[in-house]
């Protein structure tokens, strides 16, 4: 088991389908966070997670998902 620490690049690229890296961050998601990678663990320190969530594309994200009509 490893531990693999992300930064805020990487979960971007991986969350957002329009960013230029979305492709390489999934695949690399994929490689290394497999059933068969020895059940390895995702490391996001608080300040990156608050960068991402903070970043205007997360705001953006979620301003959309509450104008959703009912």
Same mark, same amino acid.
């Given at each position: 088991?490893?531990?693999?620490?992300? %930064? =805020?690049?990487?979960?971007?690229?991986?969350?957002? *389908? %329009?960013?230029?890296?979305? =492709?390489? =961050?999934?695949?690399?998601?994929?490689?290394?966070?497999?059933?068969?990678?020895? *059940?390895?663990?995702?490391?996001?320190?608080?300040?990156?997670?608050?960068?991402?969530?903070?970043?205007?594309? =997360?705001? %953006?994200?979620?301003?959309?998902?509450? %104008?959703?009509?009912?």
């Amino acid at each position: 088991m490893a531990r693999i620490s992300v %930064d =805020a690049g990487f979960l971007i690229g991986l969350y957002d *389908r %329009d960013d230029q890296y979305h =492709a390489i =961050a999934v695949r690399q998601f994929e490689y290394l966070f497999s059933e068969t990678r020895d *059940r390895n663990q995702l490391i996001a320190p608080w300040p990156i997670l608050y960068e991402c969530l903070g970043s205007r594309h =997360a705001k %953006d994200k979620r301003k959309a998902a509450l %104008d959703v009509p009912i």
